[in-house]
């Protein structure tokens, strides 16, 4: 094996590669012991007595499918549905996804089918957890943690330079020469050393806070935009050639209940977002679908 797929290997997913210094092992443990207490944070798990249980068997039925098909096999994926009525998914390092019951129910009674072929229940909920399975396929938590880590590093790494060339060093010169002349100047000269060192400090802590959760966001809206694209041929795998398309309903979907604002109020708000706008997840969506047919 070549030394640069030990340094940087490929994703299994993507196939470009990046850093990889988190283990799969702690991926599967931090999403084996998050599951649950995630799970009764937002709602609690949705059990086969409750009123609504029919459809835990579908979510499993369609999730299984769906990882029978991913490219991490060292996962143990599970799908649960959280008793809330809040329109959201998730996934957790190592496979562990959950999707909402109001998610389902409303994707359920929505009878517009935005221009498209009518798509089954199945078919929708497959949108979305194809999705969250490439989440944790492509390792976005792991791409995340190891990029914030691998910043930070380069952060201190800069802080430690400034502080040594701009004042750890000439001070130093300086002390040593008041020393060297019994100068009542040294204790001064120590205070506005150490005072410019914590002032170095403040500034380089809000800055790096700054960019890094700047760069964050652009991460976790490029993540998004990767599990719509992979998650839509993951679909065409495990579901047929026309599934993907119901990607391109979701969006719609997501677009007529969660309008974002317009102009530049709506460019503000998508700056600030984790995630892409429904309307540009939807262009992208629709340009995937263009590939996956001229493959087919």
Known sequence: MPIID????????TQRRELHFI???????????????LIADSGGELLPSDTDGKYIALVQKV???LAEHSL???FKYEFKIINSNVDNAWCLPGGKIAINLGLIKKMEAENNRFGLAAFSLEQKIAAVLSHEIIHAAARHTGRALEFRLFMMGIFKAVEIWVKYAFVTHPYEQKITQAKDKNSPLVAQLEREKNDKLQSI???FNHASAWILRSLTLCNSRSHELESD???MSLMQKAMGTDAPQAAIWLQHFFHAH?????GKWGRIWSFFSTHPTPQERLEENKKTWAELTKRS
């Open 229 to 231: 694209k992979y998650g």
């Open 72 to 74: 991490r096999k060292e």
């Open 63 to 65: 999730g299984e499918q």
């Open 201 to 203: 400090s403040r500034l």
């Open 23 to 37: 283990p799969t092992w702690v991926e599967n443990f931090v999403g084996e012991h998050s599951y649950a207490s």
């Open 6 to 13: 030990y340094i940087l290997p490929r994703n299994p997913v």
């Open 258 to 262: 969660h309008p974002y604002p317009s």
